[in-house]
């Protein structure tokens, strides 16, 4: 079995109270000044916009990945009592929610900086232009670091968020216990998909900061807006499949078999209708028919729901808020 490690992300978090806050207020104390300082501040290469959004997203990316692992360790304690593992299984599931395989995480790495680079040289226009630019000025060379620094930490969030999925949707496939009158347990993985999908959509609120850049063209942010949109059907999606799939398939066969009942309950061989006693007797049948038709087979409650709305009409508001910005300051200069 190969040697797994926590993932790096979660030990730049203290494990103290208000960790993640404390975390995220010195990452961004110290990115921020050093973007601006070896980057040149307000002259040309590196504005204060792309320095801010930097250090922003690294001090959130950090801490939030921090809380997410938190809650999908809740989740798992609260499906326990419903798993077909034992107590060493369940402490090697809950190690996979923040460790990884050290090929996993030179690939995370590696991905990272490969797609960085991709980035880079899609801004510049070509890979040598890229190069170029780098090594004939330190602001333009500070601000491809920081494009690179942030590839690294989305990817490694993504790819452990995509891990912590998985491992949610190997348990909603084979290895929970399902009852279709008590689906109160299985709202956790709900749950999970609902505080995932937070980090995804907290990252894309963040990137309206570049329009405080006045050399900034909203074309050069499509990679990451790519790269940060199309991991975020999946992470919402895949903890939550497999239990949909085994809820509807159980509510299907039970209205079947419901059906079947009541109708041989109520076939007498002659046509006429059944005698009132029989309808008495019936009368559960029905009831249970009823609950069981109106039941979701979907993981999630009203808050959950509630929850997961308001996170995406933060990003619509960010990009409408930055654009009227932009437009009121075209105005008045």
């Known amino acids: 079995m190969a040697t797994r490690n926590q993932i790096w992300i979660l030990k730049l978090v203290p494990g103290v109270r208000f960790g993640g806050f404390l975390s995220a207020l010195l990452i ?5 000044p050093l973007f601006l300082l070896v980057g040149g501040g307000d002259q040309e290469g590196m504005d204060n916009a792309p320095a801010l959004f930097f250090s922003l997203i690294i ?4 801490p939030v990945f921090y809380f997410i692992t938190a809650r999908a360790d809740d989740a798992l304690t609260e499906l326990m009592p419903r ?8 402490q090697s599931a809950r190690g996979r929610l923040r460790s990884v395989s050290r090929g996993a995480l030179s690939l995370q790495l590696l991905g990272g900086v490969v797609l960085g680079l991709g980035h880079l040289s899609y801004v510049r226009g070509s890979v040598a232009q890229m190069f170029h630019v780098m090594v004939s000025d330190i602001p333009l060379l ?12 989305m990817t490694t969030v993504i790819a452990m968020l995509v891990q912590q999925a998985m491992l949610f949707a190997q348990l909603g496939s084979q290895e929970v216990r399902i009852s279709l009158l008590n689906t109160q347990p299985l709202l956790a993985f709900g749950r999970v ?3 995932s999908s937070l980090a995804v959509i907290g990252a894309l ?7 405080l850049d006045s050399q900034f063209r909203m074309a050069e942010s499509l990679p990451g807006l790519i790269a940060t949109v199309a991991p975020l059907v999946a992470i919402f999606i895949i903890p939550v499949w497999p239990i949909h799939r085994r809820l509807s398939a159980l509510k299907r066969e039970t209205l079947t078999e419901l059906t079947n009942r009541i109708e041989a309950s109520l076939d007498n061989g002659d046509g006429s209708d059944p005698a009132p006693e029989k309808l ?4 559960p049948l029905l009831v249970y028919r009823r609950e069981i038709a109106g039941l979701s087979t979907w993981p999630f409650d009203v808050g959950s729901m509630t929850r997961l709305f308001l996170y995406f009409i933060i990003v619509p508001l960010t990009w409408a808020g930055a654009a009227l910005i932009e437009r ?3 105005l008045l200069v």
């Open 193 to 195: 998909a609902t505080y």
């Open 59 to 62: 001090a959130y990316l950090v």
């Open 142 to 153: 500070t601000s491809s670091l920081g494009t690179l620094l942030v590839w690294v930490v």
């Open 328 to 330: 009121l300051v075209d």
């Open 83 to 90: 798993l077909n593992k034992d107590s060493a299984q369940v």
């Open 28 to 32: 961004f104390s110290l990115l921020y």
């Open 205 to 211: 609120a963040m990137f309206p900061l570049l329009n």
């Open 280 to 283: 008495v007797e019936l009368a």
